[in-house]
């Protein structure tokens, strides 16, 4: 077949830049590190927009929508956080254009210098909170709950297609409190709305926790993560939302008047999550045969592929299917029938294989004549013939089985996959194998560092629900209260 | 009233500035040109982005998304285009910060400057012609129906919130065909999308027509337009839809091989509505008091007012009311309840009456008596006492007859400021008391730009539905076979 892609064990990053071409997801564009998502990939993500902007909603989040721009300035506010975005970011200096003197074509014009560059914004704490300084003078305009789905760029010197581009898509959610204890409270309550996301629509596993002091944002008092496990036993890390503390409040000089009528700095957080979760979706169920889609994510979530040698069998095929495909649809399932006679049956078939709708009916005149159909999942690539009468409710079924087994299936994986690893020897052993490795660590950065240097693992996050435990630095041998996920990650 | 905003007569920019503001819509951001969307503001935008998303997936469109950046020599390759928007361009050549050596900051990084400037997009025909060179082969990849949602950015001297702002949101349509007539249908087909969204969903009515050459879109032959009256009688351009021919083929080389096996260049097309429409939905209808908002736009459709003196009495109003509101949600509608003892009732319908919420109901204690609610509607200002019994479908008849009524005053506003004018003398008279003015042109360039020169009145458009009429040019008396829309404009 001409779709072919590389299989998983032969090549695993091959594996993934030719599944995301062959399915058609998304390609590299002639700007450098930036992505095209093609059509098939947006309404994955779309999809993906949709789920999270209702849970948004639902928790009290309104959208709005802040400049692509930020003055050089402004990035300079929080010490941290220019630290940690100047050495990536996409500067505007000029506004125009001009045509060349010696007719060479159109050149920046150096008379239309702007007087203070624009970045194009990596993120956007500080044009937001510039703007909250204005919108917030007492507790009562308190909590400020507000998302705001963006394009960013962060001009990364080593790309990869939805895992690391220099543009990518996002939403980010900022907020502000007025106590430290509330803006903790939503810092983790969205968290746990990317953990449901992440686990109720991808059906991917995640493990809740804390970073490090190294890995926080910058301009963070804490970041918590979701970070899933990729079938290579590589983490991703798919989720973020940071307790800002005080800090950009200070920075912008954002005060409130308390109900006690003193003023204080507000209390903020700020969480996102971008087409990285693409990748994530991608990396975590799709086999050698394409994308594995789970249900409520998949742009089709039924195809029908009729199979029939002229036009009369076709008709005749049709008046059948089109009953089912209406109910289905007013159940709201995604169908599709495909009666293109450009490509034989054979090919449908791999062609939706790849591109991972989790049902394909298939009917021909034999099952015609016996009131069946042929029912593939491409999860588990079963295939069954049911009878018509209740192929609807059959379907429903098949559909909720498809998600909750995907699920299962890399849950299983990652608990698999998980270690207790108490020496550095073992620890390096199993670091090359791959795989989350649960293993004490005495808190200090350069412990940390050293691992990371040694051996390329770094610790994914110090879950939430970590039991204490008593315990001995895997590299120190200093005293731990609690394992830590160290694993190598995108 | 501190919310208070100038009458239109008073001073209609101030009227609109101030609205905008009074009523949480949007604001100037500190980056000179840019807007910041607030929530209320922005859920209108969602609500116009939903309808408009659905009307082109229903004609057979997907999203998709293409790079932010643009290359210099990109966008010089279609002659009329790098002429129509090099003039404004945002131009990024730098791609890191560092610290300043005498320590006073970050400084752009001179090491950091790119080999080839890249042009932050202005619209993006360029980069996606560029792309779509590998997406086509045959005429079997025809046709290609593409739409983004996307931020660009224009360098505009005098900005105007909504109207005018250096980056603006929009949708940008893109698509391919195999045979000119195609191209031109579909050129047709989504103007014909914006005029049904224009006049369904805003409740505006539009004029359809072609732009003059002078108007054109930079790279296009063929420029279709929808315009709307505005309340002070000026001229807004609501959307666009152009015809490029095989002008961006041309430029990006992109063929496809025939049906018949020959080697052709690919027609194009591409249209766009902005975030400008919200600037002509305030215009259009809103009042001295706030915004009127059409029902199918407004993020809260319905308000309940409960009029109480205690808790009690709240209790109760709250007890009737509930089961109400359930019935309203049901049915998809929006209802808020506000029951906050912040502020009184007299302020809360003014506070609602500049939002432009459609329909209000208060309710006291002598409705719940006599089983009656006070229903107010927005648009007429005018109020009714109902019975609570069947109040559900009272609603729902008046939500309708809200969004159709405002619809049928705008049109009657316009129809009774559109004048046929045969000389230029009464041409210059009328000018100054706005309105559109029907009027001959011989159809050239110099005359249109004279007028223009000496009236800042332009050729809004040729009527699509104008019919044949002999007559004379009003500025030089050549023949002319039709009556073109003369206005001045936002």
Same mark, same amino acid.
């Given at each position: 077949?001409?779709?072919?892609?590389?299989?998983?064990?032969?090549?695993?990053?091959?594996?993934?830049?030719?599944?995301?071409?062959?399915?058609?997801?998304?390609?590299?564009?002639?700007?450098?590190?930036?992505?095209?998502?093609?059509?098939?990939?947006?309404? *994955?993500?779309?999809?993906?927009?949709?789920?999270?902007?209702?849970?948004?909603?639902?928790?009290?989040?309104?959208?709005?929508?802040?400049?692509?721009?930020?003055?050089?300035?402004?990035?300079?506010?929080?010490?941290?956080?220019?630290?940690?975005?100047?050495?990536?970011?996409?500067?505007?200096?000029?506004?125009?254009?001009?045509?060349?003197?010696?007719?060479?074509?159109?050149?920046?014009?150096?008379?239309?210098?702007?007087?203070?560059?624009?970045? #194009?914004?990596?993120?956007?704490?500080? #044009?937001?909170?510039?703007?909250?300084?204005?919108?917030?003078?007492?507790?009562?305009?308190?909590?400020?709950?507000?998302?705001?789905?963006?394009?960013?760029?962060?001009?990364?010197?080593?790309?990869?297609?939805?895992?690391?581009?220099?543009?990518?898509?996002?939403?980010?959610?900022?907020?502000?409190?007025?106590?430290?204890?509330?803006?903790?409270?939503?810092?983790?309550?969205?968290?746990?709305?990317?953990?449901?996301?992440?686990?109720?629509?991808?059906?991917?596993?995640?493990?809740?926790?804390?970073?490090?002091?190294?890995?926080?944002?910058?301009?963070?008092?804490?970041?918590?993560?979701?970070?899933?496990?990729?079938?290579?036993?590589?983490?991703?890390?798919?989720?973020?939302?940071?307790?800002?503390?005080?800090?950009?409040? =200070? %920075?912008?000089?954002?005060?409130?008047?308390?109900?006690?009528?003193?003023?204080?700095?507000?209390?903020?957080?700020?969480?996102?999550?971008?087409?990285?979760?693409?990748?994530?979706?991608?990396?975590?169920?799709?086999?050698?045969?394409?994308?594995?889609?789970?249900?409520?994510?998949?742009?089709?979530?039924?195809?029908?592929?009729?199979?029939?040698?002229?036009?009369?069998?076709?008709?005749?095929?049709?008046?059948?299917?089109?009953?089912?495909?209406?109910?289905?649809?007013?159940?709201?399932?995604?169908?599709?029938?495909?009666?293109?006679?450009?490509?034989?049956?054979?090919? =449908?078939? %791999?062609?939706?294989?790849?591109?991972?709708?989790?049902?394909?009916?298939?009917?021909?005149?034999?099952?015609?004549?016996?009131?069946?159909?042929?029912?593939?999942?491409?999860?588990?690539?079963?295939?069954?013939?049911?009878?018509?009468?209740?192929?609807?409710?059959?379907?429903?079924?098949?559909?909720?089985?498809?998600?909750?087994?995907?699920?299962? =299936?890399?849950?299983?994986?990652?608990?698999?996959?998980?270690?207790?690893?108490?020496?550095?020897?073992?620890?390096?052993?199993? *670091?090359?194998?791959?795989?989350?490795?649960?293993?004490?660590?005495?808190?200090?950065?350069?412990?940390?560092?050293?691992?990371?240097?040694?051996?390329?693992?770094?610790?994914?996050?110090?879950?939430?629900?970590?039991?204490?435990?008593?315990?001995?630095?895997?590299?120190?041998?200093?005293?731990?209260?609690?394992?830590?996920?160290?694993?190598?990650?995108?």
């Amino acid at each position: 077949m001409a779709k072919a892609i590389p299989s998983r064990s032969e090549n695993y990053s091959e594996w993934y830049n030719e599944l995301i071409k062959k399915a058609d997801l998304a390609e590299n564009s002639a700007v450098r590190g930036c992505m095209v998502i093609k059509p098939y990939g947006f309404s *994955i993500w779309e999809k993906m927009q949709r789920a999270l902007d209702d849970m948004f909603k639902e928790t009290g989040h309104s959208n709005a929508y802040f400049p692509l721009f930020i003055p050089k300035s402004f990035l300079s506010k929080e010490a941290s956080h220019v630290e940690g975005f100047a050495k990536e970011c996409a500067v505007v200096t000029h506004y125009r254009l001009k045509n060349a003197e010696d007719g060479s074509g159109v050149i920046v014009d150096p008379e239309a210098k702007l007087e203070e560059e624009l970045i #194009v914004r990596p993120t956007s704490e500080t #044009v937001i909170w510039s703007t909250y300084r204005n919108w917030i003078q007492s507790y009562r305009d308190l909590p400020l709950l507000i998302n705001q789905w963006a394009n960013v760029v962060r001009w990364e010197m080593r790309t990869r297609i939805f895992l690391r581009t220099a543009e990518f898509l996002w939403q980010e959610g900022h907020t502000a409190h007025a106590t430290a204890d509330e803006a903790m409270d939503e810092t983790r309550q969205m968290l746990d709305v990317y953990a449901r996301f992440a686990e109720e629509w991808m059906a991917m596993p995640v493990i809740r926790g804390a970073k490090t002091p190294n890995e926080r944002f910058a301009g963070a008092e804490d970041t918590l993560c979701i970070e899933a496990m990729m079938q290579d036993g590589k983490a991703l890390q798919a989720g973020t939302s940071h307790f800002l503390g005080q800090n950009f409040a =200070k %920075a912008f000089e954002v005060q409130f008047l308390t109900k006690e009528n003193k003023l204080d700095y507000v209390w903020g957080t700020s969480w996102g999550v971008s087409t990285r979760l693409m990748g994530a979706l991608i990396m975590a169920h799709s086999d050698d045969d394409g994308l594995v889609l789970p249900p409520k994510l998949a742009p089709i979530q039924v195809v029908i592929v009729p199979i029939f040698k002229n036009e009369e069998q076709l008709a005749q095929l049709s008046a059948k299917v089109k009953p089912v495909m209406q109910e289905l649809r007013k159940l709201g399932i995604t169908v599709k029938f495909d009666d293109s006679d450009a490509n034989k049956p054979g090919w =449908k078939f %791999a062609e939706y294989e790849l591109r991972g709708v989790p049902v394909r009916l298939a009917m021909g005149m034999r099952d015609l004549e016996n009131g069946t159909v042929e029912v593939a999942r491409r999860d588990l690539k079963t295939k069954e013939t049911v009878a018509l009468d209740g192929i609807v409710g059959h379907i429903q079924n098949l559909l909720d089985d498809i998600q909750q087994t995907i699920y299962q =299936k890399a849950l299983q994986f990652r608990e698999s996959n998980m270690f207790r690893v108490d020496s550095y020897d073992a620890f390096k052993e199993q *670091i090359e194998k791959g795989g989350f490795i649960l293993a004490h660590w005495d808190g200090t950065s350069e412990t940390e560092e050293a691992i990371k240097e040694e051996t390329k693992a770094t610790i994914r996050c110090i879950p939430l629900d970590a039991p204490e435990e008593e315990g001995q630095c895997i590299y120190t041998g200093k005293p731990s209260s609690r394992r830590v996920v160290f694993a190598r990650a995108y």
